[in-house]
C-alpha cells in the first residue's frame, strides 16, 4: 500500500506549508489515464499490438546485456506514464496535487498573459515536474527493468529556478540558442510542425517545438500565445528538453534495450504527452511533442477553472527482457 502512505505523506506534509484549497485535481490512476496510450508494444521488433504503429521500428530478436555472464533477451517497446506537469500562471500553486498553494505569490513572481511590444500577444508560466512511476506505484510490470522505480515527487519547480524568469540568464545552459534565432531555421519547423502532427516529430530539428513555437528559450516566457493549450504544450517540452540539458533525464538510443544513457540535447520521439487538467483525455491516442493543438486542444481551455494544465508524461521504454522467466515459469521450473 506504499501510494496511500505517498498521498498520507503528501497531505501531512502540506499542511506544513499552511496549505490552501484551490484549482487543481488529484489524478486518479483508474478513471483519468488513457491506458491506450501504453501501446504500441513491440516484441523482437515485431508489432504485437494491432490498429497500432511503430514508428521507431528496430530490427532486433534479440539483445545481449554486458554482465558476468551476459543476459540474453527478447527486446520489448512499450510506453510507460512516468511524470506530471503542471503549467500555471499561479506561483506555488500545485496543481497536479488538488491546487494547493506551498508558498506566497506576488505581483513579482505570478504568471502573466498581455501584449507583448510588437503587439503580440506573450505570456508566462511556472511549471512544476513531479516524478509519478505508476507502474511502480500501482505494482504493474514489476519483472520489468526498465520500469522506473520510487514514488511520487516533486522534482522541480520553476519559481526556485532563476533561468526560468530570465531569457538572458537561460543562455548560460542553453548557449546554441543564438543559432537558431534566424529565419532559416525557424523555416525548417514547418517540417517538424507537420510531422508531429501526424505523430513523427523530427529529432535532428530540436530547436523546433513542433507548431507550438521556438523550443529556445528555456525559460517561461512564450512570445507568441496563440492560446492557453498552445502555450502549456510548449513549456512542456521546454522543461523536458531543460532537463536534458541538465542531464537529468536520460532516454534510449535506438536499438538499445539494456541501459537509458545521458542526453543532453531532447529525443522528442521518445516522449509523448496526456492531458489530466481540467479535461482529462481518457481514450484515444496520446500526442506526440509539438502535435497541432488544434487536433487535441479545442474546449480543453476556459475561464477561471479551465486556465491551469497538468500533463502526464508518456515515456518510450525499451527493455532486454529476460527470456529464461518466462521459459522457467511456462516450465514449472523454480
Known amino acids: 500500500m506504499k501510494i496511500v502512505k505517498d498521498l498520507i505523506l503528501i497531505f501531512s506534509c502540506s499542511f506544513l506549508f499552511h496549505v490552501e484549497a484551490g484549482e487543481g485535481s488529484w489524478m486518479n490512476p483508474f478513471t483519468d489515464i488513457c491506458w491506450e496510450c501504453l501501446f504500441p508494444i513491440t516484441v523482437s521488433g515485431v508489432n504485437v499490438t494491432p490498429g497500432h504503429q511503430d514508428f521507431t521500428k528496430h530490427h532486433k530478436t534479440i539483445c545481449v546485456c554486458a554482465g558476468t555472464p551476459p543476459k540474453a533477451g527478447i527486446p520489448l517497446t512499450f510506453w510507460e506514464p512516468t511524470r506530471l506537469v503542471d503549467v500555471t500562471r499561479h506561483a506555488y500553486k500545485l496543481i ?23 503587439s503580440t500577444q506573450a505570456s508566462f508560466y511556472h511549471v512544476h515536474w513531479y516524478t509519478y512511476p505508476i507502474f511502480s506505484l500501482l505494482g504493474l510490470f514489476t519483472d520489468f527493468i526498465c520500469i522506473e522505480k520510487g514514488g511520487l515527487d516533486m522534482a522541480y519547480m520553476s519559481e526556485l529556478d532563476p533561468f526560468w524568469n530570465d531569457d538572458q540568464w537561460a543562455l548560460l545552459i542553453n548557449a546554441e540558442a543564438g543559432f537558431f534565432a534566424n529565419p532559416a531555421a525557424q523555416l525548417a519547423c514547418l517540417a517538424d510542425c507537420v510531422a508531429s502532427s501526424l505523430d513523427k516529430p523530427i529529432d535532428e530539428l530540436f530547436w523546433c517545438a513542433g507548431c507550438e513555437g521556438s523550443l529556445y528559450p528555456f525559460t517561461g516566457s512564450v512570445a507568441h500565445h496563440v492560446g492557453a493549450a498552445q502555450a502549456s504544450s510548449l513549456l512542456v517540452q521546454r522543461i523536458i528538453a531543460k532537463l536534458h540539458r541538465t542531464l537529468a533525464l536520460k532516454g534510449y538510443e535506438k536499438d538499445e534495450f539494456c541501459e537509458a544513457s545521458l542526453m543532453p540535447i531532447i529525443k522528442k520521439s521518445l516522449y509523448k504527452t496526456q492531458l489530466v487538467h481540467p479535461i482529462p483525455q481518457t481514450s484515444g491516442a ?45 516450465g514449472g521450473i523454480q
Not at 96 to 118: F, P, Q
Open 96 to 118: 497536479g496535487l488538488g491546487g494547493i498553494s506551498v508558498g506566497n505569490e506576488t505581483m513579482k513572481n505570478r504568471g502573466v498573459i498581455g501584449i507583448a511590444e510588437d
Open 286 to 330: 496520446c500526442h506526440a511533442l509539438g502535435k497541432s493543438d488544434v487536433l487535441w486542444g479545442l474546449g480543453k481551455a476556459f475561464p477561471f477553472k479551465g486556465e491551469e494544465f497538468v500533463y502526464l508524461i508518456w515515456t518510450k521504454k525499451q527493455c532486454c527482457l529476460d527470456a529464461v522467466k518466462p521459459a522457467a515459469a511456462a
